[in-house]
């Protein structure tokens, strides 16, 4: 199985950033996307499972958005206004299990790629 996650950047606050998650090897019920700021612990952003149920963060709720297209075994996420404070490495992460996603204990990991936002 392999995850490659890209579409990070530098951003400013405010502005918007759209990630990408495609994985080989296998599908995956469950699917979702973590972050790990400089100091601070992994944190749970948001999940979605094949049939299409979110869980966000409250850190994120009604900035960002995630989808998947099961035909293409690809996920995203959305972040619209976007704050210094969402700066971090986002991982994306899938799992047969989506409540394993939800824990924040996903089988397979993707590499991170980095979200910088300056004020």
């Known amino acids: 199985v392999q995850l490659q996650a890209f579409g990070g950047g530098l951003v400013e606050a405010g502005g918007s950033l759209r990630l990408s998650c495609a994985a080989s090897g296998g599908t995956f019920s469950g699917m979702g996307w973590f972050r790990q700021a400089p100091g601070k612990e992994h944190e749970f952003v948001a999940s979605i499972s094949w049939s299409g149920l979110v869980d966000f963060a409250d850190s994120v709720k009604g900035r960002f958005d995630i989808s998947r297209d099961n035909a293409k075994n690809t996920m995203y996420l959305q972040m619209n206004s976007l704050k210094p404070e969402d700066t971090a490495v986002y991982y994306c992460?899938?799992?047969?299990?989506?409540?394993?996603?939800?824990?924040?204990?996903?089988?397979?990991w993707g590499q991170g790629t980095q979200v910088t936002v300056s004020s």
């Open positions: 992460g899938v799992d047969g299990s989506i409540a394993k996603v939800r824990a924040g204990t996903p089988r397979y």
